[in-house]
């Protein structure tokens, strides 16, 4: 049985039988491409979205449980002006090989979104568990702690 969901502001029917994974969904029927796979287990933060106001794994989150409007990072960058977290990011060329962006971006919102001058402290918290292989990581930090600012570089 088909069922609605809201990503991004739009309203999409989604095939997917109710257990399959939202962020099987994202990616395979909604085609977006930004939230990544990486664990499969909630534990990288690749797969990261916003499900109302939370930062959410879609790995481990069935379709059917979805009820929030779902945001990916394409939705923040759809934004006009994009969200600032996306501008800080390219400013301060924070993606190497980019596949931990956009979790780090949407959990870094989240958190912004709450706290929106969230310290160092509260950055490196809040990231904690997505995780970045490629060494980027103190530009990630550098990009969300400019935007807790408000600055630029």
């Known amino acids: 049985m088909p069922q609605t969901i809201v990503v991004n502001g739009a309203p999409h029917e989604v095939a997917s039988s109710p257990d399959t994974p939202l962020l099987y969904v994202l990616r395979n029927e909604l085609y977006l491409n930004g939230p990544k796979f990486g664990c499969g287990l909630a534990q990288c933060g690749a797969c990261t979205v916003h499900l109302g106001n939370a930062a959410v794994r879609s790995c481990v989150i069935p379709v059917q449980a979805v009820t929030q409007p779902v945001t990916t990072v394409e939705g923040l960058a759809r934004r006009d002006p994009p ?16 596949y931990c962006i956009s979790g780090m971006i949407m959990t870094s919102s989240a958190l912004l979104d709450k706290t929106p001058h969230a310290t160092r402290d509260e950055i490196v918290a809040a990231l904690d568990g997505n995780l970045c292989r490629c060494g980027t990581h103190f530009r990630i930090l550098a990009a969300v702690e400019d935007a807790a600012k408000g600055g630029t570089v």
């Open 83 to 98: 969200h600032p977290l996306i501008s800080s990011f390219v400013r301060h060329q924070a993606a190497q090989c980019g």
